[in-house]
T-cell receptor, first 111, second 108 residues
Framework: DAGVIQSPRHEVTEMGQEVTLRCKPI?????LFWYRQTMMRGLELLIY????????DSGMPEDRFSAKMPNASFSTLKIQPSEPRDSAVYFC?????????FGPGTRLTVT | QQPVQSPQAVILREGEDAVINCSSS?????VHWYRQKHGEAPIFLMI?????EQKGHDKISASFNEKKQQSSLYLTASQLSYSGTYFC?????????FGAGTTVTVRA
């Protein structure tokens, strides 16, 4: 199994631009999480999907952030418009049972 | 609510032992431990589901004291490969709240 796949691995964009991060969970995993990691705030849960349905989006910082999971094998996290404070590493993780498997992350830099 | 980890950092020589503590102000139902190497994703180490449960993986083990609302991770006879940042996560149903992490550096 290839594990959780995320793209792009690195993204550099200018303030105000739209950013879309992509995630392919491990096949058969019915739960998907988006996290953000920064030095200041550590690992924060942004949103959780179960069976493609958003269950908890209380961690999404603002309306500029949105996430979708149109099917069991694909999810996106969109930031529009992006701001410098959105710079972070964004991880997607999928879960089966109690174990979460993290993707390699997308390092986002907003200038 | 975020669990509290201690210490923030520890430096070891190969072969030495270390303990990382994780405590919560709320009742704990399960504790997850992850390790993250620099520039990489967190990797699942183990989960403890019951109070008093202990688990081990190679020479890394953990205990869970439900009454004290805390868990400890034990690194025994540390190896260079143990270097990284260790996170505990406390679970409320599906939602994991991660501690700030403990950075472990193992030197030859």
């Amino acid at each position: 199994d290839a594990g959780v796949i995320q793209s792009p691995r690195h993204e550099v964009t200018e303030m105000g631009q739209e950013v879309t991060l992509r995630c392919k969970p491990i096949s058969g995993h019915n739960s998907l999480f988006w996290y953000r990691q920064t030095m200041m705030r550590g690992l924060e849960l942004l949103i959780y999907f179960n069976n493609n349905v958003p269950i908890d989006d209380s961690g999404m910082p603002e309306d500029r952030f949105s996430a979708k999971m149109p099917n069991a094998s694909f999810s996106t996290l969109k930031i529009q418009p992006s701001e410098p404070r959105d710079s972070a590493v964004y991880f997607c993780a999928s879960m089966l049972g109690n174990e979460q498997y993290f993707g390699p992350g997308t390092r986002l830099t907003v200038t | 609510q975020q669990p509290v980890q201690s210490p923030q950092a520890v430096i070891l020589r190969e072969g030495e032992d270390a303990v990382i503590n994780c405590s919560s102000s709320k009742a704990l139902y399960s504790v997850h431990w992850y390790r993250q190497k620099h520039g990489e994703a967190p990797i699942f180490l183990m989960i403890l589901l019951k109070g008093g449960e202990q688990k081990g993986h190679d020479k890394i083990s953990a205990s869970f004291n439900e009454k004290k609302q805390q868990s400890s991770l034990y690194l025994t006879a540390s190896q260079l490969s143990y270097s990284g940042t260790y996170f505990c996560g406390t679970a409320n149903d599906y939602k994991l709240s991660f501690g700030a992490g403990t950075t472990v550096t193992v030197r030859a």
